[in-house]
């Protein structure tokens, strides 16, 4: 941590954005079924496998979501070379038993932001999977840290909620801008990496240069899908940026274009298409919740850049 860094300030009031609940709450979307039955499982829990690593004759007949049924547990299976410890480029943990990793979580630059009194366990997990520096904060008193912190190594936005302490705590590793007004929710308006910056239209121009000043990128104003909220709908690293499936061309050209990176669209937590709220990136690693699938996961790793 080196020198404290200056503050700046967004201005405010304007109207406020658009608010979808499941921006800050983990209410899970699951897009329309197509009335196929799959009889075969997204994902095993490991309970479903005879000993030589098949699935059980008795559920070979079953639906897939009988597959899923009664999964409490978080399990992690390593497989791992005789004499090799690699960790998982990947991993699941729910944070106070939300899915929701993005909400709650904030990457940026080489820290992770987190909720403190977090359980030492998903405390391991994140140090593990991400390999980043952890600095257990509120903003504001919320828990909701990735919604309301947004940055990269150089400079961070953060929601005036945030109090002196915040403050205090986030210049130690950057220059902050403080949003006002009716854009105060920095996790949910901005997708940010080290190349450039996707913002909301939301914010007004004025903002956009504070921000471009602050983050030391490029800055462009755009939806995702149609909606305002692209950090609920986008999540990035220096490697890749996965997207909510309705992108459009234009916009995921424009994103691409910013953010330096090639863009993939994906979902999260069965079916979700908010894979900010729901994904929390490093340029090591990725965290997601508990209710996301193989093949969602196989999609994060293949976007962010971790195959």
């Known amino acids: 941590m080196g020198a404290r860094s200056q503050r700046r300030c967004l201005p405010g009031p304007i109207p406020n954005p658009e608010v979808k609940p499941f921006c800050v709450s983990p209410i899970t979307v699951v897009r329309e079924s197509t009335g196929k039955e799959v009889t075969v499982p997204l994902s095993f829990h490991l309970g479903f496998l005879d000993p030589q690593g098949r699935l059980r004759p008795d559920l070979l007949r079953r639906p897939a979501f009988f597959a899923f049924y009664g999964i409490l547990k978080h399990h992690v299976l390593e497989l791992a070379q005789e004499g090799q410890d690699e960790s998982m480029p ?57 919604a309301l912190v947004c940055g990269n190594s150089r400079g961070i936005a953060v929601a005036d909620i945030a109090n002196e302490s915040d403050i205090d705590q986030l210049t130690a590793y950057g220059d902050v801008v403080v949003m006002e007004g009716g854009v105060n929710t920095a996790g949910n308006l901005l997708v940010v990496n080290e190349q450039g910056a996707v913002a909301s239209p939301s914010i007004p121009h004025e903002g956009l240069e504070i921000l471009a000043e602050v983050l030391a990128v490029d800055v462009v104003s755009t939806t995702v899908a149609g909606q305002d909220v692209v950090g609920s709908l986008a999540v990035a690293n220096d490697q890749g940026v996965l997207l909510h499936p ?62």
Do not use: W
């Open 90 to 146: 990947i991993d699941t943990v729910d944070i106070f038993g939300s899915d929701q990793a993005g909400i709650h979580l904030a990457s940026v630059g080489n820290v992770l932001f987190h909720p403190p009194e977090l359980p030492e366990p998903t405390v391991q997990i994140l140090e593990t999977c991400l390999e980043l520096e952890l600095h257990p904060i509120t903003i504001g008193g919320s828990s909701l840290v990735g």
């Open 246 to 307: 309705d992108v459009t061309p234009d916009e995921a050209m424009l994103i691409e274009e910013v953010l330096g990176v090639p863009p993939m669209v994906g979902t999260v937590s069965f079916g979700s298409p908010y894979v900010g709220a729901g994904v929390c990136a490093s340029n090591k690693g990725a965290i997601s919740g508990t209710q996301t699938t193989g093949p969602e996961l196989n999609r994060i790793e293949d976007a962010l850049g971790f195959l």
